[in-house]
């Protein structure tokens, strides 16, 4: 008797841990996390203990957590660290593959025969990514976690299952993937937007998501959800129709001479992940899994396979291939060649036909949204990271507190970035009101204010002025004195006494907006006995 | 993680390192902020736009320089803003069309006040700063405005130097090709005259008198001059800003 699960290939998912932390060393009990992007990526569970979560800042994970170690996100480290294990799970298989640092699947059919039973094949997995990982990251690991079971989506929640039960592996049995994915939510599908609807109308399990008819979903999701649909029901996220892919679609370049060095290879990699990219896209279809296969002086040929559930687009296609060549050339001495590469080829293993993007509707990326973010992209990439900046809400009494830049990192949609303050935010004590000044100087200029007699001006402990300012002197960038303006309006003084309570940071400081006879007004600023023009009302 | 119907395999002791794991995926994902409400139908559905499209020959301005613009900023076209005041008149200008789906980017002006920018009604969202204190910046700076003109409806330039004639004139032309408005803060520095040419003179500012009151507004006049249909010469007395920091007429 056939059924629908006999075409979901049985599967076996390797999970490494935290494996951010665990290729930095960090050891399981340490309170620690990984920061990409000055967003939390990953945390120990001691941090996580602590309250820290991931897509945090810094700043607030290090307020629940004081004495959490922040370490850096190192994907090159990642992607070097694993491929040891990889290579030593080619006693198990010689078909591993590999969707990011710390996560790998392969089919259970072949090795099953050798090894004669599920346990003992997940006995042995264990042992060969145990050894390899004493290896790679020292004693302290936290091992791995196993899953099996039909297709590669359910055997990843199976393995991740294995890590809460605290069991080491977990098995679902054949035909069993429905029963086991009912009760998990909407959210393990890894798509937050689909899931945002589900949940809203009601669907929170995949149970009750994949009991929908199928019509029904691709009539109201489309592609996406269809694909979300069958790895709600057990079936494998790409429908059948997964082809072959006729030769020629291979892309190939030769490096002479040839390269051992990361930075060069990685640049002829990106163009070729791009070339494949756009090959595929010309012939309407789509890559799910991919085989980049290098070959060195010496002839010997390196092979691997890298895998995901979505499509890999231009961007993901070239990280893999960049972490793949990281494993290989940076890696112990069991996995490097012996000599230089001379060939590299990006063989798409597996294709689909593109389904093609729907462009935001209500919110969501529009097509100026995504020009834009290419146009970014690319400026970034002529003067480097942190220069395109964007801003974010902070709140302040001062023009340059309440709104500052941060780097462009992500994507420009990118979630959690605040660019105004909440709508029920009281107000700010001591702030100044509208309208805020159009220039905001980085560093302030300093100025002379001075009273009818050509003295000074000073304020006393009590925020009174000692004079009625008459004339304003802004010093020149180089000390050039610019000329004297005279007063024409100004209010103030307005004192500010911020962080009394801490002495790095106490700041005492007085505002006072001055309008000159050039039409300019400004505002003046008397910090430790000395006025600056902190802002102009250009 | 539910507890589901699938078996616990525990492995041989000896395997289990470490017997309670971590695992990223106890982490749950941070609630997307909250937007503000939108205060009113109009808002809502300026909101719900997603761009303005491509098609349309211009970009929406805020009312208060709607007459000065004949409606709207031009797309392809270059505008040149002036005088004292200038960084408020072109975060008017912009203020609208960002808050409609298109982008804006500020190249070389670190200076940029952004609280005034979102009194002034811009999306900070659509907003992009570009630093250009780097080492080899200076350098670029052609093809960083040439490739913010290709992707962003709005590029706001405040050049710090003189212009090339040919870094001008391929500009321009690459604002038009795109469809995009590049406009340009400080005349001088440019080699040749923008498409539209807005002057602002006679800066005066109300509110302060001595030690009493703050800045409320100033009342300036803005001269619009320039090619085309631009050629007659408009003349407009804004408050730019007005007391809540909006442009806005008198």
Redesign the interface.
């Known amino acids: 008797m056939s059924t629908p699960f006999d075409s979901v290939p049985r599967t076996l998912v390797v999970r490494c841990p935290d494996w951010p932390l665990t290729a930095l060393g960090v050891v399981p009990g340490e309170p620690a996390l990984v920061l990409a992007a000055g967003r939390v990526a990953a945390a120990s569970k001691a941090a996580r203990a602590a309250g820290v979560v991931r897509g945090q800042r810094r700043r607030e994970a290090q307020g629940r957590c004081p004495e959490v170690a922040v370490l850096e996100r190192d994907e090159a480290t990642e992607a070097r660290r694993f491929e040891p294990v990889v290579a030593a799970l080619e006693d198990v298989t010689p078909w591993v593959e590999v969707s990011r640092p710390g996560t790998c699947a392969f089919g259970v059919r072949g090795p099953l025969r050798l090894l004669g039973g599920e346990a003992a094949l997940l006995v042995r997995t264990a042992e060969v990514v145990g050894a390899a990982l004493d290896a790679a990251v020292g004693p302290t690991h936290p091992g791995c976690r196993l899953g099996i079971a039909d297709g590669r989506f359910t055997a990843d929640l199976a393995a991740r299952a294995a890590g809460v039960a605290a069991a080491g592996a977990v098995v679902v049995p054949v035909g069993g993937s429905p029963a086991f994915l009912a009760p998990q939510p909407v959210g393990v599908l890894g798509r937050p937007d689909l899931a945002d609807v589900l949940v809203r109308l009601g669907l929170a399990t995949l149970g009750a998501f994949a009991a929908l008819s199928a019509a029904d979903v691709v009539g109201r999701f489309g592609a996406e959800g269809r694909a979300a649909h069958r790895l709600a029901a057990g079936l494998d996220g790409t429908p059948p129709q997964v082809r072959r892919p006729p030769p020629d679609l291979a892309v190939a370049v030769d490096l002479d001479p040839p390269v051992d060095r990361i930075d060069r290879v990685a640049f002829a990699a990106r163009s070729l992940a791009e070339q494949l990219h756009d090959d595929l896209r010309g012939r309407g279809l789509a890559c799910t899994r991919v085989v980049v296969e290098a070959e060195t002086e010496h002839g010997e040929r390196l092979a691997c396979c890298w895998r995901d559930e979505g499509v890999l687009g231009a961007s993901a296609l070239a990280d893999r291939v960049r972490w793949q060549l990281e494993g290989w050339l940076h890696g112990p001495p069991a996995v490097r060649p012996t000599a230089g590469l001379v060939r590299l080829t990006l063989l798409p293993d597996e294709v689909v036909p593109a389904t093609g993007r729907q462009a935001g509707f209500w919110g969501g990326a529009s097509a100026a949204d995504e020009r834009a973010a290419r146009a970014l992209a690319r400026v970034v990439g002529l003067l480097g990271e942190g220069s395109v900046r964007l801003p974010e809400w902070r709140g302040g009494r001062d023009p340059a507190d309440q709104l500052v830049l941060v780097p462009l990192t992500g994507g420009v949609g990118e979630v959690g970035r605040v660019d105004a303050p909440p709508a029920d935010a009281p107000p700010w004590p001591g702030v100044l009101p509208p309208p805020s000044p159009a220039a905001v100087h980085a560093d302030p200029v300093p100025a002379e204010l001075l009273d009818a007699r050509g003295r000074p001006v000073r304020v006393d402990g009590r925020g009174v002025l000692s004079a009625a300012p008459v004339a304003l002197r802004v010093g020149g960038r180089e000390g050039r004195a610019a000329g004297k303006a005279h007063v024409v309006a100004w209010a103030g003084p307005w004192p500010v006494d911020e962080r009394w309570w801490d002495p790095r940071r106490h700041r005492r400081r007085v505002r006072l907006q001055v309008v000159a006879d050039d039409g300019m007004a400004r505002l003046l600023v008397l910090e430790a006995g000395c006025w600056r023009v902190a802002a102009t009302y250009d | 993680?539910?507890?589901?119907?699938?078996?616990?395999?525990?492995?041989?002791a000896g395997?289990?390192?470490?017997?309670?794991?971590?695992?990223?995926?106890?982490?749950?994902?941070?609630a997307?902020?909250?937007r503000?409400?939108p205060r009113s139908l109009a808002e809502a559905a300026r909101r719900?736009r997603?761009?303005?499209p491509a098609g349309e020959r211009t970009l929406p301005v805020s009312p208060a320089l709607a007459d000065l613009l004949f409606d709207g900023l031009r797309r392809g076209s270059t505008v040149g803003v002036a005088g004292?005041?200038?960084?408020?008149l072109a975060?008017a200008l912009i203020a609208e069309a960002t808050a409609t789906?298109?982008?804006a980017?500020v190249v070389g002006d670190?200076?940029?006040?952004?609280?005034?920018?979102?009194?002034a009604g811009v999306?900070?969202?659509?907003?992009?700063?570009?630093?250009?204190s780097?080492p080899?910046?200076s350098r670029?700076w052609g093809?960083?405005v040439a490739?913010?003109v290709?992707?962003?409806?709005l590029v706001l330039v405040a050049p710090r130097r003189q212009v090339r004639a040919v870094d001008a004139r391929r500009l321009a032309a690459r604002a038009r090709e795109r469809g995009s408005v590049l406009i340009r803060i400080g005349g001088a520095s440019w080699p040749d005259r923008p498409d539209l040419e807005l002057a602002l003179a006679?800066?005066?500012?109300e509110?302060?008198?001595?030690?009493?009151?703050?800045?409320?507004?100033?009342r300036v006049e803005v001269v619009a001059t320039g090619r085309g249909r631009n050629a007659r010469e408009r003349r407009a007395v804004l408050l730019l800003?007005?007391?809540?920091?909006v442009p806005a007429l008198p």
């Not at chain 2, 695992?23 to 994902?29: N, V």
């Not at chain 2, 509110?207 to 100033?218: F, I, K």
Request: proline share 11%; aromatic share 4%; hydrophobic share 40%.
């Open positions: 993680m539910v507890r589901s119907p699938g078996h616990a395999f525990t492995l041989p395997l289990l390192v470490e017997p309670e794991p971590f695992d990223e995926d106890a982490i749950e994902e941070p997307p902020a909250p503000s409400r719900a997603t761009g303005t004292p005041g200038a960084r408020s975060l789906g298109s982008w980017a670190p200076d940029l006040g952004l609280a005034a920018a979102a009194e999306a900070l969202a659509r907003l992009a700063v570009v630093d250009l780097g080899t910046a670029q093809a960083v490739a913010l290709g992707g962003l409806d006679g800066a005066t500012w509110g302060p008198e001595d030690g009493y009151g703050r800045l409320r507004c100033r800003p007005d007391v809540r920091g």
